[in-house]
């Protein structure tokens, strides 16, 4: 029916302007990455010079796991993204239940990687006042 049409096209046309908000979003982040992997090869790069091998070595295991945990972030924020289109584009209750308990798990991981985010921030302060000496 005409009805059924137009509230398919409005479904479309909302999945489509999520989808142009996360590629800007991928673009933004990317972006910002690759100023980050300068800035941080330059510190690195400085730091060998005034801080000595253990204290080097806590800012590099540190930058490794800020991006570990950038990657997992960004994983599962697409996920979730993936998985409230599906929600929306679901007909079927049975499968409205199956991706919102999905959903649910990822949110849950999300809250996770954000307490690891928290352990590895106490650690940048650490590093930080090392960098700084």
């Known amino acids: 029916s005409e009805k059924d049409d137009l509230h398919h096209k409005d479904l479309v046309d909302a999945i489509w302007l999520r989808v142009d908000h996360w590629r800007t979003l991928k673009l933004i982040l990317e972006r910002r990455t690759q100023e980050n992997d300068v800035l941080g090869q330059k510190l690195q790069s400085k730091l060998r010079t005034v801080a000595r091998s253990n204290e080097t070595r806590k800012f590099t295991y540190l930058i490794e796991d800020v991006e570990r945990i950038t990657s997992l972030m960004v994983l599962l924020s697409v996920s ?7 929600l929306y584009a679901a007909v079927v209750e049975k499968n409205k239940d199956l991706i919102k308990r999905k959903k649910k798990r ?27 000496k």
Do not use: D, H, M, T
Not at 80 to 86: Q, T
Not at 111 to 126: D, H, I, K, N, Y
């Open 80 to 86: 979730l993204g993936r998985l409230e289109n599906n």
């Open 106 to 132: 990822i949110e849950n991981q999300i809250q996770e990687a954000q307490l690891l985010e928290v352990g590895v921030e106490a650690r940048a302060v650490e590093v930080s006042r090392i960098i700084e």
